[in-house]
């Protein structure tokens, strides 16, 4: 090992904390190192194809939506459950690839990525974690609870 920062893309950080949250280690049949299927242009979600999480869905105009635009969006269907775990898969809305994963608990996203220039893992409020998304026009899926 060398000295130096944390480094761990989103994708492995989301797999292994999931894990640690349902099991409490990463020696148990539900984790799987292996996330080649997962991330980029997949169509499967780490959350809900390995672990069981359920999309979560909203309501606006009188339809059913399966994505989140706002931080205020997501405090609302999350807010009767404050001690569960969610992920957060930023899609990029019609080209339909997921550019990034986190997990939100309570009120907080906790992530991880490479090629930062100071800490890589790292938690912010909701509201911090949504607003640059949001401006760029980004999309948000929410699945949880397990």
């Keep these: 090992f060398t000295g130096g920062k944390l480094e761990m893309d989103c994708t492995i950080y989301v797999n292994l904390m999931i894990s640690i949250y349902l099991k409490g ?3 148990t049949e539900i984790y799987a190192a292996d996330c080649s299927r997962f991330g980029g242009v997949a169509e499967t979600h780490l959350a809900r194809e390995r672990y069981g999480f359920a999309l979560v ?3 606006s105009g009188g339809k059913s939506l ?3 635009s706002t ?3 997501i405090a609302e269907a999350t ?3 404050p001690s569960t775990l969610y992920v957060l898969e930023v899609g990029e ?3 339909g690839t997921v550019k ?3 997990l939100l608990y309570g009120s907080r996203v906790y992530e991880c990525t490479i090629n ?3 800490s890589s893992c790292i938690d912010r409020t909701l509201e911090d974690f949504v607003k640059p998304k949001a401006d760029a026009g980004k999309i948000l899926y929410l699945f949880g609870p397990k």
């Design 79 to 81: 807010k009767g459950s």
């Design 66 to 68: 399966n994505y989140f």
């Design 25 to 27: 280690n990463a020696h």
């Design 57 to 59: 869905r909203r309501e």
């Design 100 to 102: 990034h994963m986190a």
């Design 93 to 95: 809305g019609s080209k």
């Design 116 to 118: 930062q220039p100071n």
């Design 71 to 73: 931080a205020e969006q």
